[in-house]
């Protein structure tokens, strides 16, 4: 006897997508080389790991996050493909970014990975380019607090609005710089 489970018109296209991004990042496809892997991440930075996945205080809040596989490429520029590669490939360090570009209100995203869970990345330069500029630092072995200073000081001119968002106060209260 089987289980079968109804999923609406709307939502087939939604699980579609969450599937298959699961998927690859479950079989780790289209990992860039030379990519650190998660275990070289949590030997390099132990202790921020631990204090940002453990504490109250972690500013990206979503429970699950499951990386996009956009699924026409061909309508990706280089740039796309390149920052959702790295998405997959580093969570971890994504996970502990901000978003600068406003997407924390208008979509009730948390962190950079959150942007890289639909294709919302796919059009937005400035996203692909704080994943990338990210991935560069952490190849240069800079610590975890390092790369959000940097990060941080390149992309927080974008940040649309004047007020600071409830996820921006987390991530400013949590970041590992001061």
Not at 91 to 98: D, G, I, R, T, Y
Not at 108 to 130: M, N, R
């Amino acid at each position: 006897m089987g289980v079968s489970i109804a999923i609406s018109p709307v939502h087939s296209k939604q699980a579609a997508v969450l599937l298959a991004g699961l998927s690859i990042f479950l079989v780790g496809l289209s990992v860039p080389r030379g990519s650190v892997s998660s275990k070289e991440f949590r030997e390099r930075n132990p202790a921020s790991l631990q204090i940002c996945q453990a504490s109250p205080k972690d500013f990206c809040t979503s429970k699950v996050h499951t990386v996009a596989a956009y699924q026409d490429t061909s309508m990706c520029s280089a740039r796309a493909k390149l920052a959702y590669k790295i998405a997959i490939a580093h969570p971890e360090l994504l996970q502990h970014l901000f978003s600068w570009v406003g997407d924390d209100l208008t979509d009730g995203h948390e962190c950079l990975l959150d942007s890289f869970t639909t294709d919302y990345a796919v059009c937005d330069p400035s996203i692909q380019d704080e994943a990338i500029l990210a991935e560069a630092l952490w190849k240069k072995k800079l610590p975890l607090s390092e790369i959000q200073r940097q990060v941080d000081l390149q992309f927080q001119r974008y940040y649309p609005f004047d007020q600071d968002s409830p996820a921006l106060k987390r991530y400013k209260a949590a970041r590992l710089y001061r």
